[in-house]
């Protein structure tokens, strides 16, 4: 049974400091691995897809690279912003069209 | 990729009575999911919805609880049954991706049992 784990689960940095968040999978058969951001009370909103076959993905100040054999992917997020406060959960499927299944999820607070 | 429409946004709820969330999808797909978010917990799969058929549940969720509508490939429902304050969750509803893109997910239902 795949097992998804995000550390640290909290983090708090002042603005203009690099964040880099975490996720560990216990399976490497995997098919997608996607980045999602989440505000209080909110849905989720996509902000990176890693296909099984690629390394990286970059999107703005956002990179998330893809280790399948360590098992892990980690999201960067350059130049941090206190709009980047949020939850930042990972979540991989194991064939197209499966259920995803999630990380625990890292809480960010970007200081002003 | 999909754009989902998720309704209500949140509602408070008297315990012993039913909630219908809906889903509205712009776009015809083959699989829809609904998920839970317990309070400060990650996404916990409720069921998968395809077209045409009966909802595959996820273990500890029962048909009687949620059951689910699926009448046609842009549109679906869930019903929570019979609520409890343990049924206070946001509640959000997702599709599976084209070839290339990432799963999309409704805004959430946030529900309070009181």
């Known amino acids: 049974k795949q097992e998804v784990t995000q550390i640290p689960a909290a983090l708090s940095v002042p603005e203009g400091e690099n964040l880099v968040l975490n996720c560990s999978f216990t399976?490497?058969?995997?098919?997608?691995l996607q980045w999602f951001r989440q505000d209080p009370g909110k849905g989720l909103t996509s902000l990176l897809l890693?296909?099984?076959?690629?390394r990286e993905q970059t999107s703005g100040r956002l990179n998330a690279s893809l280790d399948k054999s360590s098992g892990r992917s980690t999201l960067y997020i350059a130049a941090s912003q206190p709009g980047d406060s949020a939850t930042y959960l990972c979540a991989l499927n194991k064939a197209a069209g499966n259920k995803l299944t999630f990380g625990g999820g890292t809480r960010v607070l970007v200081k002003p | 990729s999909a754009v989902i429409s998720q309704k209500p946004s949140r509602d408070i709820c008297q315990r012993g009575t039913s909630l219908t969330i809906q889903c509205q999808v712009d776009s015809q797909v083959t699989m829809m999911f609904w998920y839970r978010q317990q309070p400060g917990q990650s996404l916990t799969l409720i069921a998968t919805?395809?077209?045409?058929?009966?909802?595959?549940?996820e273990s500890g969720f029962v048909i009687d609880k949620f059951p689910i509508s699926r009448p046609n490939l842009t549109f679906s429902t869930l019903t929570v049954s019979n609520m409890s304050p343990e049924d206070s969750s946001i509640y959000l509803c997702?599709?599976?991706?084209?070839?290339?893109?990432?799963?999309?997910f409704g805004s959430g239902t946030r529900l309070t049992v009181v």
């Open positions: 890693i296909q099984s076959s690629q």
């Open positions: 997702s599709v599976a991706p084209r070839q290339g893109y990432g799963y999309t």
């Open positions: 399976d490497s058969a995997i098919y997608n």
């Open positions: 919805a395809n077209q045409g058929s009966e909802a595959t549940y």
